[in-house]
Every structure is written in structure tokens, then in C-alpha cells.
């Protein structure tokens, strides 16, 4: 998942501490949501330790209603290699694993393009080849979440 929408980086001292902006703390809450309506099983979110990723990670927790482990990974932050986010995914031992950090290395390591707050699912085979199974864009997200028992 790439981080929901945040500040423009005119707006914080430092890009690590751009916040969400109040779109992007909505986005975050959807995404988590329509995951626990698509039925993922997320025992793990992984983090950049970036706000707006960490913050995106904590909304999406809070929004499953089950207690999936949260992790800042430093390893994880913009400029991340793809190598470390292969490590990460594979890091949950068969195990769903949320990974949530920033663009282009999540794009790149997903093979289709991440707005903010998109979604997407990636398959590792025994030989640690990725295949997207699906990708949500945040509208998407959101008619999925609608569909939940209020």
C-alpha cells in the first residue's frame, strides 16, 4: 500500500514528518475497511518510519477491528531497494503482510502504478517471484468498505 495522501512538502520542516492531510487519515481508514470486507488476512503492517506511512499503517490497523502486529522499519523509508521490500514481504512466513511506503520503489516493486492510498495484493511464489493479484485504487476501496454492515 503506498502512504494515504499527506501534506505537500511545502508544508512540514522535514519530508519524514509530513503528515496526512484529512483526505489522506479518511483514505487510510477506507483502505483498512474494504480489507477486512475483501476478507485479507493481515497479520503483520510494515512501515516506513515517515509519518504519513506510519499514520497510514496505524488508520488501516485500527479500521481491520483485529490487532495485526505494526512495525516502523527504517529499512522501509522513501528510497527504500526493492530488495528490502522483498525482504518485508517476506518477512510474514506465509503470514499476510501489509506493507505500506512510498513511490516510486513500491510502484516499481509492484509492477503497476500506486496513486496514495492504493491498494494492492502481491503473491510470492517458492522462488520469490511477485505476481499482482489485484490492485484498488481509493474509490475503489471506498464502495468496497460500503458494503460492510454498518
Same mark, same amino acid.
Given at each position: 500500500?503506498?502512504? %494515504?495522501?499527506?501534506?505537500?512538502? /511545502? ?7 509530513r503528515e496526512?492531510? !484529512?483526505?489522506? +487519515? ?5 483502505? $483498512? ?5 475483501? $476478507? ?6 510494515l512501515t516506513? !518510519?515517515? &509519518?504519513?506511512?506510519? +499514520?497510514?499503517?496505524?488508520? &488501516?490497523?485500527? %479500521?481491520?477491528?483485529?490487532?495485526? &502486529? ?5 529499512e522501509l ?8 521490500? @522483498? ?9 499476510? &503482510?501489509?506493507? *505500506? ?7 516499481? @516493486?509492484? $509492477? ?6 492504493? *491498494? ?5 511464489? /517458492?522462488? $520469490? ?8 485504487? !481509493? ?12
Amino acid at each position: 500500500m503506498r502512504h %494515504a495522501t499527506a501534506q505537500h512538502p /511545502d508544508e512540514a520542516a522535514q519530508d519524514r514528518l509530513r503528515e496526512l492531510t !484529512p483526505q489522506g +487519515r479518511e483514505e487510510a481508514r477506507t483502505a $483498512g475497511l474494504a480489507l477486512r470486507a475483501l $476478507g485479507e488476512p493481515i497479520a503483520l503492517i510494515l512501515t516506513s !518510519p515517515y &509519518v504519513r506511512a506510519l +499514520r497510514t499503517g496505524e488508520l &488501516v490497523r485500527e %479500521a481491520l477491528g483485529s490487532s495485526p &502486529v505494526l512495525e516502523a522499519r527504517e529499512e522501509l523509508a522513501s528510497g527504500a531497494s526493492l530488495q528490502a521490500l @522483498f525482504d518485508a514481504g517476506a518477512a510474514g512466513c506465509g503470514r499476510g &503482510v501489509l506493507i *505500506v511506503g512510498h513511490n516510486p520503489e513500491l510502484s516499481a @516493486f509492484a $509492477g503497476a502504478s500506486l496513486t496514495p492510498a492504493t *491498494v494492492c495484493r502481491l503473491d510470492l511464489d /517458492d522462488q $520469490g517471484r511477485r505476481r499482482l493479484a489485484w490492485r484498488r485504487t !481509493p474509490s475503489e476501496l471506498a464502495e468496497l468498505a460500503r458494503s460492510l454492515p454498518q
